[in-house]
């Protein structure tokens, strides 16, 4: 592989004017702009990044680290961070830690400021205060789906009002008529899915409706499967089942099936997220969407404002720390639910 | 960040003491080493990955090139990558190219040889050119799942024969009865499934039935759905759908249940691959199951002997283009599959 020397000798131009021309920086005359570019296409020359970045003590690329690769919301999400990033000229290396807090900081600590200039997060089980020893370490760190506003994490982040996305789903499922309702929350009581769930018991309690009852499952297709299947066998009279997230909904749906029940004529089911799977199942799956895109993108650019700035590196001043907050939740009503048998 | 240097003054030796324990490399006495790794505790040092990469000349991590995030396979086949790749201290890049050859070049051109030592390679559409272009600046590429083996494609690959795929699931629709049967192929009629369809030809062919019915289709829930609608409306008296890919053939079963046919009483489904997704979908889906795991083994395995081999790197001396063969895929028979109705 040619060199940026080489570069130079067959443009007669310094290695510095190569440079310069490559990161477009400094003065650099139009002609010899040109020639230093007819040079770099004749000998094939790629800038070194490896190279670069230690010269320029930064990493070209932006570390993305989920909870589960296997869960089909992250390589969605990662589809959205990857192409956000790409405008900017940055690759993504997605880690994934697999719900654990050790890998994830193996990942943190080998990645974070040497390959990558910037750590993006997604609800990664990882302890905040290994994102913390990161950011001291002149690593900015971005949580991208933070579920409550009003409780700012204490790291620059990118939230959604994930309690309203439950308020929502409640309210839709009263509206048709619902009284009689079972909860499956996808996560531990006080775990990542509990202001979704908060936000659903809001909405029976403004409805006057009963709060039913409530699994707490874990977050997969099999998880939702179980959990449905024990609240429909402890109450055969629920009308509908509220799932914290689509990937236990569809389990639902596939608990319901084997139970003989028709969706939405003997139950309706409804989760959140709006993943590629809820429009594709069958009967399609009646959502919350999160607005995963507009997220990715107000992630990368905060990510990227904050390298810039160097926020958080010893010695710069402390500025606030940023939180951006996306649009809300909408519901997008499918097939999945209906008014109910009895009503 | 402590730098080599304090580490080395900590420990009372030299630099290169401390580089060579922290690879394992040189010969260092027992309490020199002990001494070492405790003011590396001390000091918080962690190895700057980018400069050692940079002095050794290679990179750490390695790059896996994927067609498609967004198709499940892929995110299951890189969770196995990641979990062979970190066994031996590799971080895996996913660098997606959305089936576009020009993505694909410019992660090449970026990646390879600066953050990535070595390249895998699945279904990515690249160009073949491309692929020997980057081997031969020196990083090596592995195909990841070549589908005939008996085809060498003239790059180090893992070979899953694929033609035997198919062959097995036209030899189970037949030993069921079935002799009225359409087929999916999930790509174009010389596209990476023909091996597939040309096994369930073979199998046809040697079990005396006439070949039915082809569609070509994207190789996703939405293509195959389309695609069986259009088989069944052609041919209504069609009991069974042979599709060269799960993801369609889940398609086909939503196509299936729109039609209001009872899978697999009215209509036989069978996919190929065996993702999560076809042990989740209701009916389980029929499909023959391809040792995904394994060829991520392989082809990790076969990647890190090329990289310790300075495998095509130009001055060396070119052996023979190694090809690793992964088992031989097997039949899962799950609910979406029986015997016809008509029989």
């Not at 440079?19 to 003065?27: D, E, I, K, P, Q």
């Not at 993504?92 to 750590?119: F, K, M, W």
């Not at 205060?129 to 990161?134: K, N, R, S, V």
């Not at 509908?240 to 689509?246: G, M, Q």
């Amino acid at each position: 592989m040619p060199t940026l020397s080489e570069v130079a000798r067959h443009a007669g131009v310094t290695p510095a004017t190569v440079s310069n021309v490559l990161r477009n920086r400094g003065r650099v005359g139009a002609t010899t702009r040109q020639r230093v570019l007819e040079a770099v296409e004749a000998l094939g020359y790629r800038p070194h990044l490896a190279a670069r970045a230690l010269a320029e003590g930064r990493a070209p690329t932006l570390a993305l680290m989920v909870s589960s690769i296997a869960n089909p919301f992250y390589p969605e999400f990662a589809l959205a961070v990857e192409r956000a990033a790409r405008t900017s000229g940055h690759f993504v290396i997605i880690c994934n830690t697999n719900e654990d807090p050790h890998t994830g900081r193996a990942y943190l600590d080998q990645i974070a400021g040497t390959l990558s200039e910037g750590v993006l997060v997604t609800n990664a089980n990882l302890d905040l205060a290994d994102l913390h020893t990161t950011e001291s370490r002149g690593t900015p760190v971005v949580l991208c789906m933070w579920e409550r506003p009003n409780e700012p994490p204490g790291l620059p982040c990118v939230a959604v009002d994930f309690r309203r996305a439950g308020e929502l789903a409640g309210a839709h499922l009263l509206e048709l008529g619902h009284r009689r309702i079972g909860a499956i929350v996808g996560s531990k009581a006080s775990g990542i899915h509990a202001a979704r769930y908060e936000g659903f018991v809001d909405a029976l309690r403004a409805g006057g409706a009963p709060k039913g009852r409530v699994k707490h499952a874990a977050d997969t297709i099999q998880g939702g499967y179980e959990a449905a299947r024990a609240l429909l066998e402890s109450d055969p009279k629920l009308t509908a089942i509220f799932v914290t997230n689509d990937l236990p909904a569809l389990g639902a749906m596939h608990a319901a099936a084997d139970l003989g029940l028709n969706v939405p004529t003997d139950l309706s089911v409804i989760g959140i997220t709006d993943i590629q799977l809820a429009r594709e199942s069958r009967p399609a799956l009646t959502t919350v969407a999160v607005p995963t895109v507009e997220v990715a993108g107000l992630a990368v650019s905060l990510l990227r404002e904050l390298i810039e700035s160097s926020y958080g590196q010893a010695g710069r001043p402390t500025t606030s720390v940023p939180m951006r907050i996306a649009s809300p939740p909408e519901l997008v009503v499918r097939a999945s639910t209906g008014v109910p048998r009895s009503r």
